[in-house]
């Protein structure tokens, strides 16, 4: 099977008057088709950096990014991107929200609208669709950004640390939500994070980078030998501690 994006050799540095700031070093790695991936590293290593180079915000100085047979370029409608704040506008409901990029790419249509009906009930938000973002939880106002992400059909979904700005125990709920609504959608999606067990509860594989300039490590398979795996039930699995003490070896081994 080909992969649905592939990253090769992709070097970037940061210029300033001060001087030249490497940021990440020949870093390479495949997404399959429907895969959940999740890159960790320390604070600061690059891994927001590498988000943006994937979805064309940046360009690299070395290295290639494709995505099917089709470099990644600026920019790339085919990429849904999650941000660490939710960026829903107080002014309008909820349901406007969700519709907000359907109206700046004209593409408002009576099936459109249908699908984010169907989406708000299926993914219970339906009964706060006139309700204004401050009136919902953090985990709600998330859910809510991932519908508005989704309704634009992106062929992958990029997720920059999403759920950082919720407490532990939504943040838990959040993930569980989440990793199940882009399994029954069927969407590949690449998440950074510094939170291991999110990443080992969430992802297929973990991508493991170095302090900065990052380099790749160290990619894990996640092999929970579980048969319907969600994210919660993949903290409870006998294999959850095994991964995490793994990727904490990995991540600390020269601190």
């Not at 609208?113 to 989406?119: G, H, I, N």
């Not at 999606?189 to 067990?197: K, Y």
């Not at 990619?219 to 904490?248: C, H, Q």
């Amino acid at each position: 099977m080909k992969p649905l994006l592939e990253v090769r050799d992709v070097s970037l540095s940061y210029h300033s008057l001060s001087g030249e700031t490497p940021a990440l070093s020949n870093i390479s790695f495949d997404l399959m088709p429907g895969e959940f991936l999740a890159i960790a590293g320390p604070s600061g290593c690059g891994k927001s950096t590498l988000l943006n180079l994937i979805s064309g915000l940046l360009t690299p100085e070395k290295g290639s990014i494709y995505m099917g047979d089709q470099p990644v370029g600026t920019p790339n409608t085919r990429i849904g991107y999650m941000l660490q704040k939710d960026h829903l506008l107080e002014w309008r409901s909820i349901y406007r929200n969700i519709i907000l990029g359907l109206e700046i790419r004209h593409q408002l249509t009576p099936a459109k609208k249908e699908l984010a009906d169907q989406m708000l009930a299926t993914y219970g938000l339906d009964k706060f669709r006139n309700a204004r973002p401050s009136q919902l939880s953090g985990g709600m106002r998330q859910r809510a950004a991932l519908i508005r992400t989704l309704l634009l059909k992106p062929e992958l979904l990029l997720l920059d640390e999403p759920f950082s700005a919720l407490d532990y125990q939504t943040r838990l709920n959040v993930n569980d939500d989440i990793g199940k609504i882009l399994k029954k959608e069927n969407k590949p999606a690449i998440l950074v994070t510094h939170d291991i067990g999110e990443a080992i509860s969430m992802a297929d594989r973990v991508v493991i980078l170095s302090k900065r300039p990052a380099v790749v490590k160290k990619i894990v398979p996640i092999e929970l030998g579980l048969k319907d795996r969600t994210p919660m039930s993949s903290r409870n699995a006998s294999l959850f501690k095994y991964y995490f003490n793994l990727i904490w070896k990995e991540l600390n081994q020269n601190e």
